[in-house]
């Protein structure tokens, strides 16, 4: 079975603080996705990665950054905490060949 | 611009009904279309996908077709049953698309409730 694990069920940061959100996954995917879950808007998509080091925007990358250092973790970065980034978010990985992604259980993200 | 629409926020069926969630899409680029269940707290879990070969898949109680001339795909489940009550996603990606990553592009979501 895939597994993508997320470092966190629940946080709670303070405005103006750096987050990092890690995620890894154990199936040797390329593919790794960092999504945000807002009610009515569905899942959003950040930022992706395609292999160990290249990164690519999604719809939604202003104030986010990525990290991938390894083929198995893929990082996601607040760089300064908002109250608008409180959210559900969503790591996911997928071959590259295949359209099927398999989802972290999620961190629930809450801005003060 | 929402590539991928699903315009009923909520559905509520009775248990042993036919549960039928829609989804439609803009981007006749897109070749293959997926859909996902989510329980609250938890990261949403594939369901059943198709390819824009076909225009029925089916798997146990779920089936998906897909109208391609409507660019539409439709979810149903029969028979419903409680424990099917989530919110459910429709996701579309251009696979073969020359340098796609396989990034999935989601619709809003489709909140089930299914009554005993």
């Known amino acids: 079975d895939v597994k993508v694990t997320q470092s966190s069920r629940y946080l709670v940061k303070r405005t103006g603080e750096k987050v990092f959100l890690e995620c890894v996954q154990d199936?040797?995917?390329?593919?790794m996705f960092w999504y945000r879950q807002d009610p009515g808007l569905g899942l959003r998509l950040i930022y992706f990665?395609?292999?160990?080091?290249?990164?690519e925007k999604g719809d939604i990358p202003e104030g986010y950054s990525v990290s991938r250092e390894k083929k198995e973790r893929f990082s996601l970065i607040l760089e300064s905490a908002s109250t608008n980034q409180t959210s559900m978010y969503l790591c996911?990985?997928?071959?590259?060949?295949?359209?099927?992604?398999?989802f972290g259980q999620g961190t629930r993200l809450t801005v003060v | 611009d929402q590539q991928v629409k699903q315009n009923s926020p909520s559905l509520s069926v009775q248990e042993g009904r036919i549960s039928i969630l829609n989804c439609d899409y803009t981007?006749?680029?897109?070749?293959?279309f997926l859909w996902y269940k989510k329980y609250p707290a938890e990261g949403p879990t594939f369901l059943i996908s198709?390819?824009?070969?076909?225009d029925k898949n089916e798997d146990g109680r779920f089936t998906v077709f897909l109208n391609k001339s409507a660019k539409h795909l439709s979810l149903h489940i029969v028979p419903s049953q409680p424990g099917d009550s989530a919110v459910y996603f429709c996701?579309?990606?251009?696979?073969?698309?020359?340098?796609?990553?396989?990034?999935?592009?989601f619709g809003q979501g489709t909140t089930l409730q299914v009554k005993p």
């Open positions: 198709i390819s824009s070969i076909k």
């Open positions: 199936m040797d995917h390329e593919n």
């Open positions: 990665s395609y292999d160990v080091k290249m990164k």
């Open positions: 996701a579309a990606s251009a696979l073969r698309v020359s340098g796609n990553t396989g990034k999935l592009i």
């Open positions: 981007n006749s680029m897109f070749d293959y």
């Open positions: 996911a990985s997928s071959l590259t060949d295949k359209a099927e992604a398999f």
